[in-house]
């Protein structure tokens, strides 16, 4: 089987998993990204179709065939065989076509809500629910105040019980570290539920 | 634009984003047909080494590329080092591909695992951030 394996330039390539940075318009999800990511905050741009753009957003621009949007990209290194990629996605509604695509393949997503205006991020957990993909909540505490509790949080925005909220600062590393691994948790709390996998990688 | 935003109006509406239109076309040689090869963001995209002898020079942009592949590197990350749509890069990547100078490679990405050992690794190398 080793010899089958994909290689470069005779060096094996690292596995990769994907977690989505989600949550409305300036929540601080490109604040997340650059906070964890061993490389300053890339952005990479896609081109848009007019397909892609609401109506309401074109004013002004309306002879525009298309404009670009913004991705954020990070990058971790866990380990020598192992690297997770950040997406953040495009948080203005008229972008979202795009998160379907960065979607697929990912392990679960962070939704982040801007804790003076949660509702800007209301669609986002709509989005991930439907697909039943897994998130927890991170609540960006802006100017680091938190006036509400998690479960308060919780019960406001009509979430499962068993959907994690953390409260937590986008500027900070150790912060946002804590919200990706209460994801990991969350997934692995899940599939022991499933009966987990009996073998170890 | 309507109503205010945090958001830089070139990113928008101006002419930054309106140069950018041009520049990737003519790049692309006016070619918009997208890529047959499956180039998706997290592809690993490595420079050969050495490089092939003969043929064209590689266009500057091309050796740009070149350059930042010279180690694997997904297209994700190109895209944004080069500041170029993706879509334009991976149609300069298809180019490069056939002119035999660069390897891809789908990634071996893990999605939706219940896999506890992976998990692990996940969280041990999270927890050493
Ligand atoms: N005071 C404070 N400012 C923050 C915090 N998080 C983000 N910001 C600022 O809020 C603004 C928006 O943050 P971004 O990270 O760009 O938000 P975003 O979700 O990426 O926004 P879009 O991509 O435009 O939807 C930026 O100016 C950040 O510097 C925070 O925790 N506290
Ligand atoms: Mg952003």
Redesign the pocket.
């Known amino acids: 089987m080793a010899g089958s394996d994909p290689t470069v330039n005779g060096t094996p390539a690292p596995d990769t998993v994907k977690i989505l940075i989600a ?10 990204v650059g906070s964890v990511s061993e490389i300053v905050p890339l952005r990479t741009e896609e081109p848009l179709t007019a397909a892609g753009l609401g109506i309401d957003d074109l004013d002004g621009i309306e002879e525009k065939k298309a404009t670009t949007v ?1 991705l ?1 990209f990070g990058r971790i290194t866990l380990s020598q065989e192992l690297v997770l990629y950040l997406f ?1 996605t ?3 509604q008229r972008f979202w076509f795009m998160w379907n695509d960065l979607a697929i393949g990912a392990l679960g997503a962070v939704v ?1 809500i801007d804790v003076r205006r949660p509702e800007s991020s209301f669609a986002a957990i709509d989005f991930f629910e439907r697909r039943d993909i897994p998130f927890v909540v991170g609540v ?5 105040e938190h006036p509400y509790g998690p479960d308060e949080i919780r019960e406001s925005l009509a979430l499962p019980e068993h959907t994690p909220v953390l409260l937590c ?3 900070s590393r150790e912060s946002c570290r804590d919200v990706l691994i209460a994801l990991i948790d969350r997934l692995m709390a899940a599939a022991a539920q499933d009966g987990g996998n009996a073998h170890t990688a | 634009m309507p109503g205010s935003s ?2 830089p109006a070139s990113e928008v509406n101006g002419s930054d984003a309106a140069g950018r239109l041009v520049r990737p076309f003519t790049l692309i040689g006016g070619r918009t047909r997208p890529s047959r090869a499956d180039f998706t963001l997290l592809t690993l995209v490595t420079a050969v080494e050495p490089q092939p002898d003969g043929g064209k020079r590689p266009q500057p942009e091309h050796a740009r590329i070149l350059r930042l592949c010279a180690r694997p590197v997904v297209v994700a990350e190109l895209a944004a080092h080069l500041d170029l749509p993706v879509s334009v890069v991976v149609i300069m990547l298809c180019d490069l591909l056939e002119a035999g100078r660069i390897t891809a490679q789908a990634p071996r990405q893990i999605s939706r695992t219940t896999d506890m050992g992976l998990l692990q690794k996940v969280r041990d190398g999270l927890g050493r951030l």
Do not use: I, S
């Open positions: 949550g409305g318009f300036g929540v601080g999800k490109t604040t997340m913004a954020d953040g495009p948080g203005q982040l960006n505490g802006f100017h680091g600062d986008a500027r | 945090a958001r």
